[in-house]
């Protein structure tokens, strides 16, 4: 998901003159949905009409783009009409690229943050186009730039009226650039990758306007369904140019100027206006939303500038409180984030994210000070992080932990994070822990599904690489391993420690070994370890094991089983 590049900001943040409490001005309000929440201090009517037409969205998205994963959390969007306020909030490493919004996930919730220029209706594009990203995150299996940034585009600035949704029509400045060029060459622009210079530094947005044109030529000849088909082979590892011929059409045969200029997609709106309720929110939550959005980009003394206007004006304001404890973690003031968290559980005990907080900060000043926990411990620890991800689901750095404290059950664990990497594949430790539980699991078709697509989605070179490594190791693992069902008749225990495993596999019988009972992964359907015994049984499992052919009296060495139930 990245920024639109098309209005422009004209402003440094350190020129802008903004003070610690333009947040608290008056004139801003709240708009609620169902689904979406609006901040904005443009007033309400523009508040209003963005969350109605971002429910209007949401039913025809995923009606158009069914979601795998049934799990959603809120979003909030910033509406801002202040030019100096959106300057301050723009992430950093934009190459000084003027931007009409973004997107910005965290542990606990998203924003979108869009500019509100001259006329509000490019403003709700940008809105509609972050948001579709998310949408489109949910359902597609595979996302090469051309198709995140086509699609995103295809489906916002639409219609809604008479019962009916209008998308993709033809957009006339869209199609000036495409006939002014210079354009990429069909087969670069399908090979156009998150960290790609292309991508990275693109005037004029040349390449929203191609990878507009190429998907709404794709969903005109192919439709939707067409346009799946070339992410599922992606998504199989497959190259872009084959599986782009192979699926829909000769790379000299696409024509974006050939497409009607009618909208591509007619759906039908269901039900009345969406509910929408306003309100002034107080000082204290518009504060801390600037002030999260700044500790997200690790821009600490202004968070704290903002969330300091945010405790001034509600002392007990505990996601402030829990906020300025987060920064006081990350430099080390051990004593004063304690402070704050103690006061944060006071005003709200069991308070998820406080919880959360202080895991990591005992986690964090017992690794900086070189002591492991201890048992009891971390089995507070983990306490806090259970409580934490049972209170609020959407605590995914609480999954996260705890999937380097206890993975197990590994299920469990997946649950929790599996809804995350599917919002946001380009979330690298999410995508790295997801894929160690899927291969904790035994489930090693999964774990290479998670880095196929989280390389793919990788926003930098460095993190495209590990994960190309990672997806090397576990085909090395796959290819050099040989996965069986059968039933284990007899283990015998040797002296040493070592095991073998006499496995019938009809019409043979499977000999393996283990050097010991750590050697290999063991689990039972619940995804819990199961206590084997020595001796004869009759138990049926599942085995993947390395062959050795080279030893008479050994088929191979054991990499994982798991068995149906565990022997009594």
């Known amino acids: 998901m990245s920024s639109r590049n098309l209005l422009l900001v004209g402003c440094a943040t350190a020129a802008c003159g903004l003070t610690p409490s333009a947040a608290g001005a008056t004139g801003w309000v709240r708009a609620r949905s169902a689904h979406f929440e609006v901040l904005s201090d443009a007033g309400e009517t523009p508040a209003r009409q963005a969350a109605e037409r971002l429910e209007r969205l949401r039913q025809v998205l995923v009606g158009l783009l069914p979601p795998r994963l049934a799990a959603e959390r809120p979003i909030t969007l910033l509406l801002l009409a202040d030019g100096h306020l959106f300057a301050l909030l723009v992430p950093a490493g934009r190459r000084h690229q003027d931007v009409a919004g973004f997107f910005r996930g965290g542990s606990d919730r998203d924003y979108a943050v869009v500019r509100l220029a001259e006329g509000q209706d490019p403003a709700l594009a940008t809105a509609e186009h972050e948001y579709a990203h998310l949408v489109q995150n949910g359902s597609l299996p595979a996302q090469p730039v051309w198709v995140a940034e086509g699609l995103a585009e295809l489906l916002s600035g639409g219609a809604f009226g008479d019962g009916v949704a209008e998308l993709g029509a033809a957009r006339p400045e869209y199609a000036l650039r495409l006939q002014q060029g210079p354009l990429l060459p069909i087969e670069s622009l399908l090979e156009v990758r998150y960290d790609s210079d292309e991508y990275l530094a693109d005037p004029g947005g040349s390449l929203y306007a191609q990878s507009w044109g190429v998907v709404r030529w794709v969903v005109h000849r192919r439709g939707l369904a067409g346009l799946r088909r070339v992410l599922e082979a992606l998504a199989g590892g497959a190259e872009p140019v084959a599986a782009f011929e ?323």
């Open 246 to 568: 192979a699926e829909i059409a000769p790379l000299g045969e696409v024509r974006p100027d050939e497409v009607p200029a009618g909208p591509l997609l007619r759906v039908p709106l269901e039900g009345e206006d969406p509910p929408v309720s306003t309100e002034t929110p107080s000082v204290a939550d518009v504060e801390h939303d600037l002030g999260d959005l700044l500790l997200r980009e690790s821009r600490w003394d202004d968070a704290l500038r903002h969330l300091g206007a945010a405790l001034d004006a509600d002392p007990g304001h505990v996601p402030s409180r829990v906020a300025r404890a987060k920064i006081l973690v990350a430099r080390k003031d051990w004593p004063a984030a304690r402070a704050e968290l103690r006061r944060a559980l006071e005003i709200e005990p069991g308070a998820p994210a406080a919880l959360l907080c202080r895991a990591r900060l005992r986690l964090t000043e017992a690794r900086d000070q070189g002591a492991p926990l201890d048992a009891v411990d971390e089995a507070g620890v983990v306490s806090d992080l259970e409580a934490a991800a049972a209170g609020d689901p959407r605590l995914y750095e609480a999954a996260l932990l705890l999937a380097e404290l206890q993975p197990r059950p590994y299920r469990q664990r997946i649950a929790l994070l599996a809804p995350v990497f599917d919002r946001q594949p380009d979330e690298p430790d999410v995508a790295r822990a997801l894929a160690d539980l899927y291969v904790k699991s035994l489930d090693v078709d999964a774990a290479r599904r998670v880095l196929l697509r989280a390389r793919e989605a990788a926003r930098s070179s460095a993190y495209r690489f590990l994960f190309g490594r990672l997806l090397d190791r576990i085909g090395d693992f796959a290819g050099g391993t040989v996965e069986v069902e059968g039933r284990l008749v007899h283990l015998g225990c040797r002296p040493d420690g070592s095991l073998r495993f006499s496995i019938a596999v009809p019409p043979e019988m499977l000999r393996l070994e283990a050097p010991s009972r750590r050697s290999f992964l063991a689990r039972s359907p619940d995804g819990e370890e199961p206590l084997l015994v020595c001796g004869s049984q009759e138990l049926p499992l599942r085995a993947r094991y390395a062959p050795e052919p080279g030893r008479p009296d050994v088929d191979g060495t054991l990499v994982w089983l798991e068995v149906e139930a565990p022997p009594r």
